[in-house]
């Protein structure tokens, strides 16, 4: 199993955000995950496209673009444009879920859907095929350093199964309270993609927390 850390620029010093984002890369990151908050389908208000854009000619590792905003469809042009790799989306904020998936992958991104710990994975069913990466969440989504929720566990066990069933490398990530010490559990239960933000932003050493977490999935 191949196993990935994205950490969340969330809990990053935005003061200092490129240098923030060339200090994981350099700490053996695989991702930088992007939190894209509206005041609207969530109660926080982050950064949009031109940060994004800003901080793409800083490290060489993909853009894990988080999108929790409503409606979606304009910000997918925009944030292909600033350079995102990866744009998730969560369902209850598109009209056309299927369209936006479209829509992703017209603009060369790779598409990601995402599941809030209340929403069914039945919005799997007719989508799963046509996506590169499912993100469940383990905390409600909005803010960084928030527990842990350990009843999607079994739920990404769940996903695991469903695209086990596809046959196709379709990653499993999982975002909110992911620390050294639950990551292996998480790991046991399906997550191939690890978000972590303020187990990554909030320790002292970016390489000695990567490298914990690396060592708890038993590959350094
Ligand atoms: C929450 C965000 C997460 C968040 C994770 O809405 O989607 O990516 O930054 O932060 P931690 O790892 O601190 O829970
Ligand atoms: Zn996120």
Known sequence: MAYRIAPSILSADFARLGEEV????AAGADLIHFDVMDNH?????????????AIRPHVQLPL???LMVKPVDRLVSEFAKAGAGIISFHPEASEHVDRTIALIKEHGCKAGLV???ATP??????????LDLVLLMSVNPGFG???????VLPKIADARKRIDAVGKPIWLEVDGGIKADNIAQVARAGADTFVAGSAIFGSKDYAATIRDMRSRLGVL
Do not use: M
């Open 22 to 25: 060339r200090a994981v890369a």
């Open 41 to 53: 389908y969530v109660p926080n208000l982050t950064v949009g496209p031109l940060v994004c854009a």
């Open 64 to 66: 894990d673009v988080h």
């Open 115 to 117: 599941f809030n710990p």
């Open 121 to 130: 994975l039945s919005f799997l069913d007719h989508t799963l095929e046509k």
């Open 145 to 151: 350093g928030q527990q842990f929720i350990p009843s």
